[in-house]
Antibody
Framework: QVQIQQWGAGLLKPSETLSLTCLVYGGSFSGYYWTWIRQPPGKEMEWIGEINHSGYTSYKVSLKSRLTISIDTSKNQLSLNLTSVTAADTAVYYC????????????????WGQGTTVTVSS | DIVMIQSPLSLPVTPGEPASISCRSSQSLLHSNGHNYLDWYLQKPGQSPQLLIYLGSHRASGVPDRFSGSGSGTDFTLRISRVQAEDVGIYYCMQAIQTPTFGGGTRVEIK
């Protein structure tokens, strides 16, 4: 059974870099996109970006200049880096498995990490 | 971006009774392949979201059959045939035909 464990710094100052990591165990990276989603307090969930096992990425347009999502298949890890954070980046960040890389086999985001609370405050 | 609107915002329910949640999108979610790219997720208190329904009406693995999804195009509904206490939480719809966007959520609570 695939599980995802997340970790990363929870308290940042404005202008610092947010770095989060997800460890995927019990399964393979291949066949899926791996997605980052965040949930700001009191606001809607927001898709941030995704990456597949080959390193192909897609980012939310408004974050593209600050965002890097990477993957290390040898460690079964994926990472998110968001530079120059502001209070608007305060949120619970999730990584999730899905969707499938096959356009004929869409099955949503079926495995989620436990979430990491990130607060940006001076 | 496609805007997703859910209603109601809050839904008090009686255990054993049915419940339904509506989700409307600002653009059609019906792909040329015939599938509607609409998911439903449930976030139970203190937990991460979990997938309930994908492609509008397909139950995810392990999801009880009291949950069902229907609709096409821009109007979708999640139904719970007989609500149980464990179903409380916030339900979200999400479109995946373009860059994913979520609805604002519907909080289901026991009366």
């Amino acid at each position: 059974q695939v599980q995802i464990q997340q970790w990363g710094a929870g308290l940042l100052k404005p202008s610092e870099t947010l770095s989060l990591t997800c460890l995927v165990y019990g399964g393979s990276f291949s066949g899926y996109y791996w997605t980052w989603i965040r949930q700001p307090p009191g606001k809607e969930m927001e898709w941030i970006g995704e990456i597949n096992h080959s390193g192909y990425t897609s980012y939310k347009v408004s974050l593209k200049s600050r965002l890097t999502i990477s993957i290390d298949t040898s460690k079964n890890q994926l990472s998110l880096n968001l530079t120059s954070v502001t209070a608007a980046d305060t949120a619970v960040y999730y990584c999730a498995r899905g969707p499938s890389t096959s356009s004929y086999d869409y099955r949503g985001m079926d495995v989620w990490g436990q979430g990491t609370t990130v607060t940006v405050s001076s | 971006d496609i805007v997703m609107i859910q209603s109601p915002l809050s839904l008090p329910v009686t255990p054993g009774e049915p419940a339904s949640i509506s989700c409307r999108s600002s653009q059609s979610l019906l792909h040329s392949n015939g599938h509607n790219y609409l998911d439903w997720y449930l976030q139970k208190p203190g937990q991460s979201p979990q997938l309930l329904i994908y492609l509008g009406s397909h139950r995810a693995s392990g999801v009880p059959d009291r949950f069902s999804g229907s609709g096409s195009g821009t109007d979708f509904t999640l139904r719970i045939s007989r609500v149980q206490a464990e179903d409380v939480g916030i339900y979200y719809c999400m479109q995946a035909i373009q860059t994913p966007t979520f609805g604002g959520g519907t909080r289901v609570e026991i009366k």
